[in-house]
């Protein structure tokens, strides 16, 4: 048996048809797993630049409203539409996600 250098995962969506969910049963499951593993991810990012953002503003004290701005703005990017239960309410409750340059 012979192992492999690296591992690689298939990041991909499923393929899912969305108009007959029970069409095949495996393909929802794995779409579903998808998702949640995708919401997984924003959440930890969220929770990661939160803590940066505390850092920041231990470290700068003061000036932590100028030093610290584009943290703030990455935690609000992060935050925005995350959570469980926000996909079906509309984009204007939650806002919907920027994509920055």
């Not at 930890?44 to 470290?59: H, M, P, Q, S």
Request: charged share 35%.
């Amino acid at each position: 048996m012979v192992r492999k250098a690296k591992v690689e995962f298939d990041e991909s969506p499923p393929d899912f048809d969305p108009n007959n969910p029970y069409g095949d049963p495996v393909a929802m499951l794995e779409y579903r797993e998808y998702l949640v593993r995708e919401k997984f991810i924003q959440i930890e990012t969220a929770k990661i630049i939160r803590e940066r953002l505390r850092w920041c503003y231990r470290i700068e004290g003061v000036n932590h409203l100028q030093k610290c701005r584009h943290l703030v703005q990455q935690y609000l990017d992060a935050t925005r539409g995350v959570g469980w239960g926000k996909d079906s309410r509309p984009h204007e409750l939650h806002g919907p996600k920027k994509d920055s340059d």
